[in-house]
């Protein structure tokens, strides 16, 4: 089993920057490929990035590429997620999950290869 515990989010204006953190506990953090989602009301789950167990393959989705940046502290267990120039549509709950697999860009995108989740972190952008 692996617990998974974002925090970081909040509320913030068009533009600025925020930076959410994963904490994880039970087994080997270093061991899963993580993953970062966002729900919007209304929406359904969709990928926002991904990075391998050691940090050095990274997956970014089309709509955050260029303004978010997925790291991980595989020494304190922690996954984060830097978001700058943050948009209105970024406003969505943020969830981090792990999955125990080989880094495959095939299977970062979708929820279903995750094996666990945290329970999310809200960020709302306001105009």
């Known amino acids: 089993q692996v617990q998974l515990v974002e925090s970081g989010g909040g509320l913030v204006q068009a533009g600025d920057s925020l930076r959410l953190s994963c904490a994880a506990s039970?087994?080997?953090?270093?061991?899963?490929?993580m993953g970062w989602f966002r729900q919007a009301p209304g929406k359904e789950r969709e990928f926002v990035a991904a990075?391998?167990?050691?940090?050095?393959?990274?997956y970014y989705a089309d709509s955050v590429k260029g303004r978010f940046t997925i790291s991980r502290d595989n020494a304190k267990n922690t996954l984060y997620l830097q978001m700058k120039s943050l948009k209105p549509e970024d406003t969505a709950d943020y969830y981090c999950?792990?999955?125990?697999?080989?880094?495959?860009?095939?299977?970062?995108?979708?929820?279903?290869?995750?094996?666990?989740w945290g329970q999310g972190t809200q960020v709302t952008v306001s105009s």
């Open positions: 999950a792990a999955q125990g697999s080989i880094f495959n860009l095939k299977l970062v995108e979708t929820p279903r290869p995750y094996d666990y």
């Open positions: 039970g087994r080997i953090f270093s061991r899963y490929t």
């Open positions: 990075i391998s167990w050691s940090g050095s393959s990274t």
